[in-house]
C-alpha cells in the first residue's frame, strides 16, 4: 500500500521507501512543512531550476518580438507553440528512458547546453542581421528539444534528493518554483529587451542557466542513489514493455490521463487567448487588463504552491487530484463565460491553485507507483501527456473559437475538461477495487513483488 496516495501498487512498501544506504529512514508522523527547501542538497537545485525557468521565458519574449517584427507571419507564430510542445509528446519517454539509463546530472547539464547555445545563436544572428526563417524554425525545434529532454531527468533527481517520504514537498515546491519563472520571465526579458535591446539581452540571457549547471557538478546525487537495481538499457522493447505494464495500472493511466485532459483541453491556450479576453474584460486600458490577467494566472500557481505547503491541505492522493482538475475545469467554464473583470481574476487566481494542485499531485503519484528502474519511462509517458497535449489545445480553443468564438471554445473544452476528469476518476476507483481485491490483478502483484 502506498501511504502517500492510499492505494496498493505492484511495488513492494520496503522498495518503495528505502532509503539510500547510510541515509536516515523516513521521519515518522506527517510530512515536514517546505521539506525540500529545509533539505541542503534540494534547495539550491529548486532556485536553480526557477532561474532556468525564468530564462527559458526570457528568451521567449525576446525572440517571439524579434521573429515578429522580421517576419510578421502568422504561420512562424503558430510553429512556435507546436515546436516547443510536440517534441514532449514524441520524446519525452525516449528521453526518460535516458534518465533511467544515465546520470542525470549529465542529461540535465547537456539540456542546459543546449537551452545556452540556443541563446547563443540568436545572439549572434541578431548581431550580424543574418536571420533566415528556416534558421529560426531549427532554432525553435532545438529549444523544444532542450525542454522535453530536461523533463524526467528533473523529476528523477527530485526523488533522489529527498526520498518518497518528502516527494509531495518537493514536487509540489519545484512546480512553484517554476511557476516563479514563468511568472517572473517576461518581466524580466521586457526589461532586457528594452533595457539591453534584443541582442544584448539574448546574450545576458545565458547566465540565467548557468546556476543549475554548475550545482549539478557540485551535488553527489545522480537520480538514481538510492535505487538499487540494474538500469536498463535504451530500446524501443523496453520503451513497449513500460507502456503495458502502465496501461495495465489503473491509477497510472487515470493521473496520466487527467494531464492529458488538463494540457489537451485548456492548456496553454488560455495564456495564448488572453488578450482577447482582456479586450473583452479591459477596465481602462485593454493593455493593462492584459498584463493584469497574464498575472493573476501565473500568480495563482505560486500563490497555490505556497499555500498548500504552509497548510499541508491537500495530501498527494488521487481523489485530490481528480477534485483539483475538476476545480480547473469548473474555473475556466466560468472564466470564459464572465463579463465581470474582478471576477475574472478570482477565477484566473482560483483555477491557477487548482491546476498547480493537479499537476503536483499527478507527478507525485506517478513518481511513487513507477518501478524504480523504469521511474524515467513512467514519467516520460507522463510528460508526453501533460506536455506534449499542449499543441493540442490549439486546435480546441484557438481553430475551434476562430469558427464559434474563443469564450464559446473554452467554455466548451473546459466542459469536456470537466467530463473527461470524471470518467478518469471513475476509472481510478474501479481499479482501486481491484488491486485492493480480489482475481488476477493481486495474483500479478505477487508475480512482480521483489524478494526481502
Known sequence: MCAACGIPTHISEPEAAAPATGAAPPPAGPPRRFAALRNRDCRPYLFGSMLAMMADNIEHVITYWVLWQTFHSPALTGFQVIS?????????????????????????????????????????????????????????????LAGSLWGPGEQLMLHDFVGPAELSSAVRLNATFRSLGVLFGPVIGSALLLGLGPTAGIFANIAFYLPLTFFLFRT????????????????????????????????????IVLAGLGSFFVGASLQSSMPIFAHDLGAGGAGTAYGV?????????????????????????????????????????????????????????????????SMSIGQTVVQLLAPAADRGRVLGVYGMSAGGLRAGSGFTVGLLG???????????????????????????????????GRGPVREDRRERAPRP
Open 84 to 144: 516547443h510542445w510536440v517534441p514532449f509528446l514524441l520524446l519525452s519517454m525516449w528521453f526518460g528512458s535516458l534518465a533511467d539509463r544515465y546520470d542525470c546530472r549529465r542529461v540535465i547539464q547537456v539540456a542546459q547546453a543546449v537551452f545556452m547555445g540556443v541563446s547563443a545563436a540568436w545572439g549572434i544572428l541578431f548581431l550580424t542581421g543574418s536571420l533566415h526563417m528556416w534558421e529560426a524554425c531549427v532554432l525553435l525545434v532545438l529549444h523544444g
Open 220 to 255: 553527489k546525487f545522480t537520480g538514481h542513489t538510492r535505487d538499487r537495481h540494474r538500469r536498463p538499457r535504451v530500446g524501443a522493447l523496453e520503451s513497449l514493455r513500460v507502456l503495458r505494464e502502465v496501461g495495465s495500472h489503473p491509477t497510472l493511466v487515470s493521473m
Open 293 to 357: 490577467l497574464l498575472f493573476a494566472n501565473g500568480a495563482g500557481g505560486v500563490i497555490g504552491g505556497i499555500v498548500l505547503e504552509a497548510t499541508g491541505w491537500v495530501r498527494p492522493r488521487v481523489a485530490a487530484a481528480v477534485l483539483s482538475t475538476a476545480l480547473y475545469g469548473l474555473t475556466s467554464i466560468f472564466f470564459a463565460l464572465t463579463t465581470s473583470y474582478p471576477l475574472a481574476l478570482a477565477l484566473l487566481l482560483v483555477g491557477g491553485i487548482a491546476n498547480l494542485a
Open 402 to 436: 476562430a469558427a464559434i468564438g474563443v469564450r464559446t471554445s473554452l467554455a466548451y473544452s473546459a466542459t469536456a475538461l470537466c467530463v473527461g476528469t470524471a470518467a478518469a476518476g471513475l476509472h481510478a476507483l474501479r481499479g482501486r477495487r481491484v488491486l485492493s
